[in-house]
């Protein structure tokens, strides 16, 4: 790693994506308005006794969804057209480092993430008054960390695709399944002892769990702290799949 | 050591096909060689070889004396892709400021290699609205930034227009009179007179690599581009066919 190189690559990533005017405004505004209508869909419900308001549960855990689902397929197409394009091939002859590239993308992204989170943070309590018992920096603090987590999966998860017809498929594979599981529609104790297994294994789980952990308690807990601890870890092991899918040399 | 480029036997296969059948040739340094042959000959499975991103199945490739593709390599060697490979997202200025990075240069120097090729008026021009031949120029402006020790180009001048082919062929003279080693591939016959010395390719094997004026010599006739017809029928009438290593 070459903190010089690594600099000029999440420059560059940031810069690309400061030229893209729509799809900033994308980030920022489709959350919103997503909170929005799940406000309004919850907003007549009755709040089940001794539990927490439905829509502060479920516009909790959407506030880690959206970095997951939109850095997954930001960064999925983005690394396809590096392949594609023929840029990573130039870069993988240059002293750029494997390292580089892949970090560039996780602190890039994982800053487009955190505005985003930040920016849907911000409806969420002062719009919608969302109430939680914890800080809402937590709450940021862990949808950044989810966001990173979607980057290096979509980094690796970019190696099997050949077209961005394919790389958008891969959102339902890799995503779809971990919003299922995760706890919100079926709390994980709930579950059959199967199902609980596959979502035990998923990151985004223990990302739920640390949401649900500052939802519920004022101070950061030591469950929380693991849980972010396993969602850091699960995208250190994706970052390091991802660079062994790139090879200086190919066929 | 007084060639660039060291190429031994090279056997390259690409899927079931064998692309490169035992190619041996050197490359001088501080000369434009130009590597010549028809489309699909090799030239880019070769030049890929070159800077160390192509898997051979065979044979050895070195380059400034050490094996391709070595680490140390990575800041003398310069490549431009066939396909011009910059973002299109960015401008020229941010593409060449990026590989300038990479390479430890700075601003002034991406801002020379902008202006080099010419683009010095289109620099805060995004790359995706330019048109195709300015494309090309600024990815190439990409592969000279920093001033690599070798450069392997790729079909630098397809899309350009006659005058700026030539600004662009006297550039690589000058770069070669300083010291830099050129490794040039073309299809067009033209611009193999332009090259001190020349390579041509055909089926993954190579014919001639030989100067210009040998080039002629050897096939009796004025016009390369009639020269090089009658060295591959020549070719492959004979039974061993090597023409172009007994002429050099």
């Known amino acids: 790693m070459n903190p010089r190189i690594l600099a000029a690559t999440t420059g560059r990533i940031l810069r690309q994506l400061r030229h893209d005017r729509r799809t900033i405004a994308l980030l920022v505004v489709v959350p919103a308005v997503l909170l929005t209508l799940v406000y309004y869909m919850y907003a007549d419900q009755p709040t089940p006794p001794g539990q927490p308001a439905v829509f502060d549960r479920v516009a909790l855990v959407m506030l880690g969804f959206f970095p997951f689902i939109i850095m997954f397929l930001v960064t999925s197409i983005a690394m396809l057209r590096e392949r594609t394009t023929g840029t990573l091939e130039r870069l993988l002859t240059t002293p750029l480092g494997k390292v580089d590239l892949l970090f560039g993308y996780g602190i890039a992204f994982g800053l487009a993430g955190a505005l985003q989170a930040t920016v849907a943070s911000v409806v969420a309590y002062w719009f919608f008054d969302l109430h939680t018992a914890g800080t809402s920096a937590l709450v940021i603090l862990i949808a950044a960390v989810n966001a990173v987590l979607a980057v290096a999966l979509g980094l690796f998860c970019s190696a099997f695709a050949r077209t961005e017809f394919q790389a958008v498929q891969f959102m339902p594979v890799v995503v779809a399944p971990q919003l299922l599981l995760c706890g919100l529609f079926v709390p994980r104790g709930q579950m059959a002892g199967w199902l609980q297994a596959i979502s035990d294994v998923l990151p985004l789980s223990y990302a739920v769990e640390a949401l649900q952990e500052v939802g519920a308690h004022a101070e950061p807990t030591g469950t929380m702290w693991r849980d972010v601890a396993i969602v850091a870890g699960a995208a250190v092991l994706a970052l390091v799949l991802a660079a062994a899918t790139l090879r200086r040399r190919s066929g | ?130 048109s195709g031949g300015q494309r090309s120029r600024a990815s190439l402006a990409c592969a000279l930034v920093g001033g690599p020790e070798l450069v392997i180009l790729d079909e630098p001048t397809v899309g350009q227009d006659p005058v700026l082919r030539a600004d662009l062929w006297a550039r690589f003279h000058e770069m070669a009179a300083a010291g830099t080693t050129l490794l040039v591939s073309s299809h067009v016959m033209d611009e193999a007179a332009r090259c001190d010395r020349l390579l041509l390719i055909r089926e993954g094997r190579l014919i001639a690599d030989d100067t210009p004026d040998a080039v002629r010599a050897a096939a009796g006739v004025d016009d390369l581009d009639e020269a090089f017809l009658r060295l591959i029928r020549a070719n492959e009438a004979g039974p061993t066919g090597d023409a172009g290593r007994e002429a050099s």
């Open chain 2, 1 to 130: 050591m007084d060639d660039a480029i060291a190429v031994r036997d090279l056997v390259v296969d690409r899927g079931r096909r064998r692309v490169l059948d035992g190619i041996s040739c050197t490359v001088r340094r501080g000369v434009v060689t130009g590597l010549l042959g028809p489309s699909g000959s090799g030239k880019t499975t070769l030049m890929r070889a070159v800077v160390g991103v192509q898997v051979i199945a065979g044979g050895s490739v070195t380059v400034l004396g050490r094996p391709a593709g070595s680490p140390a390599l990575r800041r003398q060697v310069g490549y431009l892709t066939q396909a011009p490979s910059v973002y299109a997202d960015l401008t020229v200025r941010e593409n060449a400021r990026y590989f300038a990075a990479i390479q430890g240069c700075g601003r002034a120097e991406a801002d020379q290699a902008v202006a080099d090729v010419g683009l010095a008026g289109a620099a805060t021009q995004l790359v995706g609205t330019l």
